[in-house]
């Protein structure tokens, strides 16, 4: 009777897994006819300066968007992007997409802003990041002092032997590099300060908690005040109440992202942002 119980468990397993892999496969050759048909979209959220409380940036993040589905959200496709090298492809569309966005963005008249993409750590490890954005803002003339490249910190650790290297190539071009999902990794703020970085980004989970939890407030306000010794400056993520800013804005923190400003948006909608900020005169 156990040894029954016990195949039928082992079936149950195997086909689960067999499965979730058709699923993937099937999902990857989605994904591949989506970017040739020109289905991925690039949404924008503002980062805004907390003193000034004016948007100075904003980071690119990717939407799919299915003809039968509707907007697919990125945690449904870049793991698998990730795990089967597609990410190269998207990731290039989003790069080329955002700096192409940027220079229409110049040439309409609208305020210069920093422009942040994703890097994966697929992308980092397996590609010539540093040539294909020297290659896509000389096609585009985005001016790279607008460009920021954002690197996880589990991608900056998979790749301990030339992080270096691909930094200072990127900063050679003028690039802005920043660190994203600070906190969650497994690196250090001694181990950061041996790269040529501009930006730490707090990871959101030790926002969500802000005012409630002592330990997150003391995490957040560390972060901080060590990123600003190293010569960071240092953005939140995922800031959603006014209590979460002021908090920030009291322990000095440079920039923040959140819904408390906006979700990120389409273009069209951005720029109307931009627009609408007091002062513009374009
Ligand atoms: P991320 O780079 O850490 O991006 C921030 C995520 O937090 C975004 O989710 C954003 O919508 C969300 N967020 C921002 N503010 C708030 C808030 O106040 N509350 C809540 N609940 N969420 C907030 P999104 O757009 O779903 O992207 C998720 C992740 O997918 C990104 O995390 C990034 O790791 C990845 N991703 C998105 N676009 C790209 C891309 O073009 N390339 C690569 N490699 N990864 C991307
Ligand atoms: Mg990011
Ligand atoms: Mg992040
Ligand atoms: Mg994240």
Not at 24 to 35: D, G, P, Q, V, W
Not at 66 to 94: C, H, M, N, S, Y
Request: a negative charge.
């Amino acid at each position: 009777q156990a040894k029954d119980a016990g195949r039928g468990c082992f079936a149950y397993f195997s086909e689960d897994l067999t499965l979730a892999a058709r699923e993937r496969i099937a999902l990857e050759s989605r994904l591949r006819r989506a970017i040739e048909q020109q289905e991925l979209r690039v949404f924008y959220q503002p980062q805004v300066d907390i003193a000034s409380g004016r948007i100075v940036g904003a980071e690119a993040l990717v939407r799919w968007e299915d003809p039968v589905e509707g907007l697919i959200p990125p945690i449904r496709f870049i793991p698998v992007a990730e795990e089967t090298g597609l990410i190269l492809a998207v990731g290039e569309w989003v790069l080329r997409e955002t700096c192409r966005q940027g220079r229409q963005w110049l040439d309409e008249g609208l305020p210069p802003i920093t422009l942040a993409v994703n890097v994966s750590p697929h992308q980092f490890r397996r590609s010539d990041i540093c040539g294909l954005v020297a290659t896509v803002v000389a096609e585009t003339g985005f001016p790279s002092n607008q460009l920021e490249m954002e690197i996880t910190e589990s991608g900056l650790m998979a790749n301990q032997d030339n992080a270096a290297d691909i930094l200072n190539c990127l900063r050679g071009q003028g690039i802005r590099l920043a660190i994203d999902d600070f906190g969650t990794g497994y690196s250090s703020l001694a181990y950061l300060k041996h790269f040529p970085l501009d930006l730490l980004k707090i990871d959101k989970s030790f926002i969500d908690d802000i005012p409630d939890l002592q330990d997150d407030m003391e995490i957040a306000a560390t972060i901080i005040a060590m990123g600003h010794i190293l010569g960071f400056k240092v953005l939140a993520e995922g800031v959603e109440t006014p209590e979460q800013l002021a908090f920030l804005q009291e322990k000095g923190c440079d920039m923040y992202q959140g819904y408390f400003k906006s979700r990120p948006v389409p273009a069209a909608e951005f720029a109307g942002l931009l627009r609408g900020q007091s002062g513009y005169e374009g």
